[in-house]
Protein backbone atom coordinates (compact mmCIF):
# COMPACT_ATOMS: atom_id res chain seq x y z
CA UNK A 1 0.00 0.00 0.00
CA UNK A 2 1.33 2.89 -1.26
CA UNK A 3 1.33 6.25 1.40
CA UNK A 4 0.05 9.26 0.21
CA UNK A 5 0.16 12.64 2.14
CA UNK A 6 -2.49 15.00 -0.03
CA UNK A 7 -6.76 13.79 0.29
CA UNK A 8 -7.99 12.62 -3.25
CA UNK A 9 -11.05 13.33 -4.66
CA UNK A 10 -13.07 10.55 -6.71
CA UNK A 11 -16.72 11.06 -8.04
CA UNK A 12 -18.08 8.22 -6.45
CA UNK A 13 -18.18 5.11 -4.40
CA UNK A 14 -16.93 2.84 -6.09
CA UNK A 15 -14.09 4.84 -7.02
CA UNK A 16 -13.04 5.36 -3.73
CA UNK A 17 -13.58 1.71 -3.09
CA UNK A 18 -10.63 0.92 -6.00
CA UNK A 19 -8.57 3.49 -4.72
CA UNK A 20 -8.82 2.73 -1.30
CA UNK A 21 -7.15 -0.93 -2.03
CA UNK A 22 -4.04 0.64 -3.72
CA UNK A 23 -3.14 3.61 -1.52
CA UNK A 24 -3.24 5.06 2.00
CA UNK A 25 -4.97 7.92 1.81
CA UNK A 26 -7.64 10.30 2.30
CA UNK A 27 -10.45 9.79 0.02
CA UNK A 28 -12.98 12.22 -0.50
CA UNK A 29 -15.95 11.75 -3.21
CA UNK A 30 -17.89 14.40 -5.10
CA UNK A 31 -21.23 11.55 -5.24
CA UNK A 32 -20.85 12.95 -8.77
CA UNK A 33 -22.50 16.00 -9.79
CA UNK A 34 -23.78 16.46 -6.22
CA UNK A 35 -20.91 18.86 -5.60
CA UNK A 36 -22.54 21.41 -7.71
CA UNK A 37 -25.25 21.80 -5.17
CA UNK A 38 -23.34 21.31 -2.00
CA UNK A 39 -21.96 24.21 -0.52
CA UNK A 40 -20.88 22.62 2.53
CA UNK A 41 -18.87 19.51 1.40
CA UNK A 42 -17.46 22.39 -0.98
CA UNK A 43 -16.41 24.14 1.81
CA UNK A 44 -14.87 21.39 3.14
CA UNK A 45 -12.63 20.33 0.06
CA UNK A 46 -11.55 24.37 -0.02
CA UNK A 47 -10.21 23.36 3.75
CA UNK A 48 -8.16 20.08 3.10
CA UNK A 49 -7.14 21.33 -0.10
CA UNK A 50 -5.49 24.40 2.09
CA UNK A 51 -4.57 22.29 4.26
CA UNK A 52 -2.75 19.25 3.14
CA UNK A 53 -3.52 19.56 -0.40
CA UNK A 54 -5.76 17.92 -2.59
CA UNK A 55 -5.59 15.66 -5.63
CA UNK A 56 -8.58 15.73 -8.24
CA UNK A 57 -9.10 12.40 -9.80
CA UNK A 58 -11.96 12.39 -11.95
CA UNK A 59 -13.11 9.85 -14.99
CA UNK A 60 -11.58 11.32 -17.96
CA UNK A 61 -15.21 11.21 -19.97
CA UNK A 62 -17.02 14.56 -19.73
CA UNK A 63 -18.86 14.35 -17.24
CA UNK A 64 -15.26 13.98 -15.40
CA UNK A 65 -13.95 16.97 -17.41
CA UNK A 66 -17.15 19.23 -16.24
CA UNK A 67 -16.38 17.78 -12.43
CA UNK A 68 -12.81 18.80 -12.67
CA UNK A 69 -13.55 22.21 -13.95
CA UNK A 70 -16.21 22.84 -11.09
CA UNK A 71 -13.61 22.38 -8.65
CA UNK A 72 -11.04 23.99 -10.42
CA UNK A 73 -13.14 27.14 -10.68
CA UNK A 74 -13.80 26.89 -6.56
CA UNK A 75 -10.51 26.11 -4.90
CA UNK A 76 -7.07 28.21 -6.16
CA UNK A 77 -4.90 25.92 -8.36
CA UNK A 78 -1.82 26.46 -5.58
CA UNK A 79 -3.73 23.49 -3.56
CA UNK A 80 -5.17 21.57 -6.22
CA UNK A 81 -3.24 18.78 -8.26
CA UNK A 82 -4.59 16.58 -11.22
CA UNK A 83 -4.39 12.98 -11.78
CA UNK A 84 -5.40 12.05 -15.11
CA UNK A 85 -6.16 7.90 -16.47
CA UNK A 86 -5.72 7.43 -20.09
CA UNK A 87 -8.92 6.79 -22.27
CA UNK A 88 -9.38 2.93 -22.17
CA UNK A 89 -12.48 1.94 -23.77
CA UNK A 90 -14.66 -0.78 -21.41
CA UNK A 91 -16.55 -1.38 -19.42
CA UNK A 92 -16.62 -1.91 -15.09
CA UNK A 93 -17.18 -5.37 -13.86
CA UNK A 94 -20.32 -4.24 -12.02
CA UNK A 95 -22.09 -2.68 -14.74
CA UNK A 96 -23.96 -4.41 -17.69
CA UNK A 97 -22.91 -2.03 -20.27
CA UNK A 98 -20.03 0.51 -20.80
CA UNK A 99 -20.85 4.39 -20.16
CA UNK A 100 -22.23 7.02 -22.38
CA UNK A 101 -18.34 7.40 -24.11
CA UNK A 102 -17.63 3.74 -23.74
CA UNK A 103 -14.95 4.39 -21.15
CA UNK A 104 -13.28 2.88 -18.04
CA UNK A 105 -13.19 5.22 -15.43
CA UNK A 106 -11.65 5.47 -12.06
CA UNK A 107 -12.67 2.44 -10.43
CA UNK A 108 -12.21 -0.03 -13.60
CA UNK A 109 -8.27 1.09 -14.22
CA UNK A 110 -5.53 -1.41 -12.78
CA UNK A 111 -3.10 -0.78 -9.91
CA UNK A 112 -0.57 0.10 -11.76
CA UNK A 113 -2.37 3.01 -13.86
CA UNK A 114 -3.58 4.54 -10.98
CA UNK A 115 -0.69 4.68 -9.10
CA UNK A 116 1.13 5.98 -12.30
CA UNK A 117 -1.51 9.25 -12.56
CA UNK A 118 -0.82 9.53 -8.83
CA UNK A 119 3.22 9.83 -9.70
CA UNK A 120 2.85 11.79 -12.77
CA UNK A 121 0.46 14.59 -11.28
CA UNK A 122 3.03 15.12 -8.57
CA UNK A 123 1.43 13.32 -5.26
CA UNK A 124 3.74 13.03 -2.45
CA UNK A 125 4.22 9.50 -2.02
CA UNK A 126 5.84 8.88 1.42
CA UNK A 127 9.57 7.69 0.83
CA UNK A 128 9.69 8.71 -2.36
CA UNK A 129 11.07 12.05 -4.12
CA UNK A 130 10.45 13.77 -7.55
CA UNK A 131 13.22 15.65 -9.12
CA UNK A 132 12.98 18.74 -10.25
CA UNK A 133 13.03 19.60 -14.07
CA UNK A 134 12.49 23.52 -15.04
CA UNK A 135 9.19 24.18 -16.50
CA UNK A 136 7.77 23.73 -20.43
CA UNK A 137 5.99 26.77 -21.21
CA UNK A 138 3.52 27.78 -23.54
CA UNK A 139 6.43 29.34 -25.77
CA UNK A 140 7.60 26.30 -25.50
CA UNK A 141 4.65 24.54 -27.06
CA UNK A 142 4.13 26.71 -29.72
CA UNK A 143 7.99 26.58 -30.85
CA UNK A 144 7.18 22.94 -31.09
CA UNK A 145 3.86 23.07 -32.95
CA UNK A 146 1.79 22.23 -30.07
CA UNK A 147 0.23 25.59 -29.92
CA UNK A 148 -1.14 28.39 -32.72
CA UNK A 149 -0.05 26.88 -35.43
CA UNK A 150 -2.56 25.55 -38.42
CA UNK A 151 -2.11 22.00 -37.70
CA UNK A 152 -1.15 22.05 -33.59
CA UNK A 153 -4.71 20.79 -32.84
CA UNK A 154 -4.20 17.31 -34.28
CA UNK A 155 -0.49 17.28 -33.09
CA UNK A 156 -1.51 17.80 -29.00
CA UNK A 157 -4.36 14.95 -29.69
CA UNK A 158 -1.63 12.64 -31.51
CA UNK A 159 0.77 13.90 -28.52
CA UNK A 160 -2.05 13.19 -25.51
CA UNK A 161 -2.71 9.68 -27.23
CA UNK A 162 1.31 8.58 -27.79
CA UNK A 163 1.16 9.54 -23.77
CA UNK A 164 -1.75 8.21 -22.99
CA UNK A 165 -3.22 11.42 -21.50
CA UNK A 166 -7.33 12.05 -21.91
CA UNK A 167 -8.23 13.52 -25.12
CA UNK A 168 -10.21 16.22 -23.72
CA UNK A 169 -7.74 17.60 -21.76
CA UNK A 170 -7.36 21.59 -22.02
CA UNK A 171 -4.33 23.35 -23.53
CA UNK A 172 -3.35 24.32 -19.91
CA UNK A 173 -3.98 20.69 -18.27
CA UNK A 174 -1.76 18.78 -21.08
CA UNK A 175 1.27 21.51 -19.96
CA UNK A 176 0.57 20.86 -16.72
CA UNK A 177 0.55 17.41 -16.70
CA UNK A 178 3.90 17.77 -19.35
CA UNK A 179 5.39 19.54 -16.57
CA UNK A 180 4.93 17.18 -14.19
CA UNK A 181 6.17 13.96 -16.62
CA UNK A 182 8.72 14.75 -18.95
CA UNK A 183 11.72 17.47 -19.32
CA UNK A 184 11.93 20.27 -22.18
CA UNK A 185 14.42 17.67 -24.31
CA UNK A 186 11.97 14.54 -23.31
CA UNK A 187 8.96 16.59 -25.35
CA UNK A 188 11.10 17.51 -28.21
CA UNK A 189 12.15 13.77 -28.63
CA UNK A 190 8.68 12.66 -28.49
CA UNK A 191 7.07 15.43 -30.39
CA UNK A 192 9.75 14.94 -32.90
CA UNK A 193 9.04 11.36 -33.10
CA UNK A 194 5.35 12.25 -33.93
CA UNK A 195 5.90 13.38 -37.15
Same mark, same amino acid.
Given at each position: ????????????? #????????? =???????????????????????????????????????? /??? =????????????? #????? #?????????????????????? =????????????????????????????????? %????????????????????????????????????? %? /????? #????????? =?????
Amino acid at each position: MVKIREAILVEGR #YDKNTLSQI =VDATILETAGFGIFKDKKQMALLRRVAESRGLIVFTDSDG /AGF =VIRNHIKSAIPAK #YLKHA #YIPDIPGKERRKSAPGKEGKLG =VEGMKPEIILEALRRCGATVEGENSPVRNAITK %QDLMDLGLSGGPDSAAKRLALLKKLDLPERMSANAML %Q /ALNLL #YSLEELTGI =VNHLE
